[in-house]
């Protein structure tokens, strides 16, 4: 009884692996259709401003890419004055990420600078970073990148859930996909 238990339980385990891994590449295949889609189409109001459709695809890319690398994270867009344009929180991704990842964004969209490059430039400079932290939106988190098109910023991502590497690598994915930026 207790071999047919355990053999069971096996197979279930495997059953939920094998969904996981269906569900992770229909998640992928769904952000790499949208991509196109929204590649096809404008990503940028005459505005100078991130589309709905454009900060939807993001999402929906670094969602896939936070799936794939087995992450669950919060992403944020937001357009060039900083105002949320598409935001997730993926099942399992931590409550203290919604706010962080909005911040993320919008410090690379009012700086116009990756969050990780304004952390490295201010790392000698204490004074300077002591101030951030009474500004209010403002981090030196990674995972924070300007959304540019011609460049002209028109927006910005953030991504947190993860380490900073892999919240760097999820926005940068999105970018990369959505827009062809390397």
């Not at 929906?60 to 900083?82: C, F």
């Not at 203290?96 to 304004?118: C, E, F, M, S």
């Not at 098109?149 to 959505?178: H, N, P, R, Y």
């Amino acid at each position: 009884m207790k071999n047919l238990t355990s053999a069971s339980g096996n197979r279930s385990n495997r059953r939920n692996w094998v969904a996981a891994m269906f569900n992770t590449g229909m998640a992928l295949q769904l952000a790499e259709k949208t991509a196109e889609a929204q590649l096809s189409s404008q990503v940028m109001s005459q505005k100078g401003t991130i589309t709905a459709a454009g900060a939807n695809a993001l999402v929906v890319v670094a969602v896939a890419k936070a799936l794939e690398i087995g992450v669950p994270m919060s992403i944020a867009v937001v357009d060039e004055s900083g105002v949320l344009k598409a935001f997730t929180r993926m099942d399992g991704a931590g409550t203290a990420g919604v706010d962080i990842v909005q911040n993320k964004a919008y410090t690379a969209a009012a700086l116009r600078t990756p969050t990780q490059a304004l952390a490295q430039r201010l790392q000698d400079q204490p004074t300077q970073i002591a101030s951030f932290t009474t500004t209010p939106r403002i981090t030196l988190l990674p995972g924070g990148l300007p959304i540019s098109v011609g460049g002209v910023v028109i927006g910005g991502i953030g991504a947190g859930g993860g380490t900073g590497e892999q919240d760097i690598l999820v926005a940068q994915t999105a970018l990369s996909k959505v827009l062809g930026v390397a």
